[in-house]
């Protein structure tokens, strides 16, 4: 079906075994939009049933699929990239309508899910094997590397493409089938994908997309022998829960969870460019990523000066409608959001925290200063446009409060001195580091974190191996 025309339909259900299908639970859910309003499209449910059905079509599509030679399966996935490039307008409208993020970012966020599959179409021709000498003549030793099996991803709502995009196409790529959960309030872009795919040509139950009710896909994709891989990316809590529950069937882990990133600029940072860094960085998808600085040091010398700068910037900021080109922040999918943002606000205020820029509705942005460690805003991810911000007279007294979290994403520096640099990058505890960048991510290099952020990492050179395990062969003869 052309796009256009998928986009334009009413009612959607599940894509099991390549067809968009009637599913046998008839209940309809309502799905709003930000920008729409209340019942903008409706969903039906997939049952119990519909789901061990989809393990099992997925689970005999492996068979079949892992035997097609890696690179005929890296250009399926560089035709997926193409017609993703190629219907970037309508599918960015769609992300936009579905959770609210202003359009251009909406329109990268189609360039950056292209950008995995092209990556990983390239990284399907080199899932090289390895050969080790032996010390017996008669022997030849070789580490094989095969896919792992039926893949359970389960995604969340903030990049509702490009999240499921990347670890989609490092699955497919490596052999595996997947069965995809996408949040259940925004999981249309992730069936236009599909609509894509089967136009490129996917074998049938290659990918599946089931939209249904989180805990019982969760339950019996943590209970069938079938899935031998989950690749998660949310929230800790639910991470923590996947990992505990897994342990019965032995899943492979890949878990991408919360972040508490900070951002430090020393005093001889150049402060102009360091100020457009964390914008970027910070007020993309309206704070709403997971990587996206959310405690704000800055070198004694230069506070004041960074202060008037930064305010200066961030007023100016075009808060609006998400479908206009001049909006940089929009609305909120979620009501839990602004009462997140309430409260570490509330909680910042009681503690003595002062706002040097106070927002009038909480999707727009503020800024606060005299933060300390004892405060939530400090100790929790806001997920929202608050700036926190703190002083710090010493390197090793910045990097000592920056690594003050159980948290380890991502975490920015800005410097001009290459020493500072170093002594940062060799302690600063944290999966990600941006040095003058606030914007790191790019399908080339590895996404990923440590401590409670999670482990395993997507995208980049080493992305491919969290869907393949290794098979060592000794040949006697
Ligand atoms: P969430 O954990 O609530 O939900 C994520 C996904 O898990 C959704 O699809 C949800 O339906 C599903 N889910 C929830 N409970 C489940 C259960 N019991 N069984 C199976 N599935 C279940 O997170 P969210 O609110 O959608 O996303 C925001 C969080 O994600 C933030 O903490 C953010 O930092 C994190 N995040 C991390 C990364 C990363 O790469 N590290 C990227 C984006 C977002």
Redesign the pocket.
């Known amino acids: 079906m052309k796009i256009k025309d998928f986009i334009a339909q009413k009612k959607y259900s599940s894509f099991i075994n390549g067809s968009f299908v009637s599913p046998s639970q008839k209940t309809p859910i309502s799905i709003d939009s930000p920008v729409e309003g209340k019942n903008w499209k409706t969903i039906f449910f997939s049952s119990k049933e519909d789901i061990n059905r989809t393990l099992e079509s997925s689970h005999e599509a492996f068979l079949s699929w892992k035997k097609i030679p890696s690179p005929i399966r890296g250009k399926t996935l560089k035709k997926i990239g193409n017609l993703l490039k190629e219907n970037q307008k309508e599918l960015a409208m769609l992300i936009t309508q579905e959770m609210g993020k202003p359009i251009t970012e909406s329109e990268a966020e189609i360039e950056y899910a292209a950008g995995y599959f092209f990556w990983f179409s390239g990284e399907a021709e080199r899932i090289y094997g390895i050969s080790i000498p032996s010390q017996f003549e008669n022997k030849r030793l070789h580490i094989h590397y095969e896919p792992v099996g039926v893949c359970g991803l389960?995604?969340?709502?903030?990049?509702p493409l490009a999240?499921p995009a990347r670890k989609i196409a490092a699955a497919l790529a490596a052999g595996c089938t997947v069965v995809c959960?996408?949040?259940?309030e925004t999981p249309l872009s992730l069936l236009a994908l599909a609509n894509l795919c089967e136009e490129a040509g996917l074998p049938p139950g290659v990918l599946n997309i089931i939209i249904g009710e989180?805990?019982e896909?969760?339950?019996q994709?943590l209970a069938s022998n079938l899935v031998r891989k989950i690749s998660?990316?949310?929230?800790?809590?639910?991470?923590k829960?996947?990992f505990k529950e897994s342990s019965t069937t032995l899943k492979k882990l890949t878990l991408?969870?919360?972040?508490n990133a900070p951002a430090i600029v020393y005093d001889d940072a150049n402060l102009d460019k360091a100020i457009t860094e964390i914008l970027a960085a910070k007020f993309r998808n309206t704070g709403q990523?997971?990587?996206a600085p959310n405690r704000i040091f800055v070198q004694e010398s230069i506070y004041e000066d960074f202060l008037e700068k930064f305010q200066a910037k961030v007023q100016n900021l075009v808060v609006g409608d998400p479908r206009k080109e001049t909006t940089e922040l929009s609305m909120f999918l979620h009501p839990e959001s602004i009462k997140k943002i309430q409260l570490h606000l509330e909680d910042a205020e009681k503690k003595g925290a002062k706002f040097l820029l106070k927002p009038k509705e909480l999707y727009e942005p503020s800024i606060l200063t005299e933060v300390t460690p004892k405060m939530v805003v400090f100790q929790e991810?806001t997920?929202g446009p608050v700036c926190p911000i703190l002083r710090f007279s010493t390197i090793e007294e910045s990097v000592e409060m920056a690594n003050d979290t159980p948290f380890g994403?991502a975490a920015y520096f800005f410097t001009e001195n290459i020493q500072q640099a170093d002594f940062s990058v060799s302690n600063l505890e944290f999966g990600i580091i941006g040095v003058n960048d606030g914007i790191p991510s790019t399908p080339q290099a590895s996404?990923?974190?440590i401590k409670y952020?999670?482990f395993g990492r997507?995208g980049g050179p080493t992305g491919i191996f969290e869907f393949l395990t290794e098979k060592y062969v000794s040949l006697k003869f």
Do not use: H, R
């Open positions: 389960i995604t969340p709502w903030n990049f999240i959960k996408p949040s259940p989180e805990k896909i969760g339950q994709i998660f990316t949310g929230s800790t809590e639910v991470g829960y996947l991408e969870l919360g972040g990523t997971c990587i991810e997920f994403l996404f990923g974190g952020s999670g997507e």
